[in-house]
């Protein structure tokens, strides 16, 4: 029984499971992006231009905000990825003061490879993460309820 505002033990062990699996794929991503020759930082770069939305700009400032981190961070990695050959930097298209950030042949090589890697481990794995979350959110749906 737990107290009111706390949670149960067995809510406890399923976010502790939720928590595992999460780390489980981003230990499988950090170590596919090293033995591709990039740091996960540059991979999750790499995917976010790649990835963004219909209408979004591959601007810094828009990278740094999916990334969830500084600026200055967005552009260190981005220069790096820039001396590796993997992305350009090109003046906006309606603001030439803005710079937008593309992916080359070779960047899109080393992102196609490790989609198709993550993609493999995600149809491997995917069903324990899926149902982790389904028991967290299960429990919380109990919850609520009561």
């Known amino acids: 029984m737990s107290k009111a505002g706390d949670l149960t033990p067995g809510q406890y062990r399923d ?28 991979h999750q770069l790499l995917l976010a231009v790649h990835g963004l939305p219909e209408g979004a700009n591959p601007t810094i400032r828009e990278i740094a905000s999916r990334l969830f981190i500084q600026h200055h961070s967005a552009v260190e990695l981005v220069n790096r990825l820039e001396l590796a050959g993997a992305i350009v930097r090109r ?10 950030v593309r ?7 080393i992102l196609r490879k490790l989609a198709l890697a ?6 491997r794995s995917g069903p324990e993460l ?3 979350l389904n028991s967290v959110l ?9």
């Open 138 to 146: 299960r429990h919380s749906r109990r919850a609520m309820a009561s």
């Open 15 to 42: 976010l502790a499971e939720f928590r595992r699996q999460i780390r489980r794929f981003l230990h499988f991503s950090e170590a596919t992006a090293k033995e591709h020759g990039i740091e996960a930082r540059q």
């Open 103 to 109: 992916l080359t042949p070779a960047g899109r090589a």
């Open 130 to 132: 899926a149902q982790s």
């Open 118 to 123: 993550h993609r493999t481990e995600l149809e």
């Open 91 to 100: 003046p906006g298209a309606r603001d030439r003061r803005e710079v937008w």
